[in-house]
């Protein structure tokens, strides 16, 4: 599962946060990070202007 994520992610791309913190939002992915232990960070735009950083394992890409 986590290699279709990394294959479909890139900035700009639309998803939707399905577990976590931030579970049931939405909006565009604008940055992407892979930390020293090899977790991939992404930060959401939402629609109201609001942001949020997230763990790419806990989104899906639309």
Do not use: P, Y
Request: glycine residues 10%; proline residues 0%; charged residues 25%.
């Amino acid at each position: 599962m986590k290699s279709d994520v990394n294959k479909k992610l890139k900035d700009g791309a639309k998803c939707k946060v399905v577990a976590g913190t931030h579970i049931g939002k939405s909006g565009i992915v604008q940055d992407i990070n892979t930390s020293k232990t090899g977790a991939v960070t992404i930060t959401v735009l939402q629609t109201n202007g609001v942001r949020f950083k997230t763990l790419a394992k806990n989104v899906e890409i639309k």
